[in-house]
């Protein structure tokens, strides 16, 4: 038994098709897997990937930056300010990002968003395999 799963970005779809399985982070309850037959959900994401596990039994995974999930009946939406498949994500950009993050927190700890760019170029370094 599969769902419709979409990843929405205001830039792009990200990924739109057959699912068995979407595992996501929230902020309320953590790591979640949605499989058809779940209950009716809202939640708010955290800055992690998601994993979309197809008919097939392969896997996609995506940097999601934010956003919120939604089980609605047959279908899984994840709208999010970002999402990036992680073939899709530029491991040097991505680097220099962390890098440039780290050196701002290292001269001011409390840079909150310093911190927010460390976590979102951590997040893509990871699921890029890195």
Known sequence: MTFQVELVSPEAITYSGEAEMV?????????????????PFIGVLAVWSVE????DGDRDVFAVHRGFVQVAGTKISVLSDVSEKS???D???????????EQKLSQNDEDIEAADA????ELRLQVAGV
Do not use: Y
């Open 52 to 55: 979309v596990i197809r008919p």
């Open 23 to 39: 595992i996501a982070r929230t902020l309320e309850g953590g790591d979640i897997a949605f499989q058809p037959g779940h209950v």
């Open 91 to 101: 491991v040097e950009r991505a680097q220099q990002a962390k890098d440039s993050a």
């Open 87 to 89: 073939s899709e994500i």
């Open 118 to 121: 460390l976590a979102r170029a």
